[in-house]
């Protein structure tokens, strides 16, 4: 899976910007790249392993949505991001819901599965990251480029 992210600078906050082949590879280098900042020094060994069901109503939700998840499971266990497998994306609308209008809370046509492996925080071989607050929407950015690629950015409040 042909993937890559890197970091950009924003004032008082973290930018992210990343690319992939396709939109699950587009979702883990983008998930690789929030553990990073989390932990600075690499992945460790997974002493668990979490499945995530994110949904949503439209691409940049999901995008946000398994992001924040990703950031709770590692602020609420005290835990870091060893790493993460996303095995698939599908944006497709079922066929029961083709024809009917999306409504807040109540559509959730767009999904990810993934598998994220996190381990305990450990001072003694952690080097954490600055407290990420959130994902945020300022400047969320999801698109497909003529390439077929995907390229993504989005903003953590620090």
Known sequence: MTKRWQTFEHPSDLGLEAWGESLPALFEAL??????????????????????DVRADDTQELLLEF???????????????????VDRVSTDVPSDRANTASTAGGG????????????????TRHELGPEIKAVTYH????????????HARVLLDL
């Open 31 to 52: 998930g690789e790249a929030l553990a990073a900042q989390i932990c600075f020094t690499g992945q460790g060994q997974a002493q668990e392993r979490v499945e995530l």
């Open 67 to 85: 992001l924040s998840h990703l950031l709770r499971l590692s602020v609420i266990g005290h835990r870091v991001i060893t790493d993460v497998s």
């Open 108 to 123: 959730d046509a767009l999904s990810v599965h993934a598998c994220v492996g996190l381990e305990r925080v450990d001072l």
């Open 139 to 150: 400047q969320l950015l999801i698109e497909q480029q003529p390439d077929g690629q995907w």
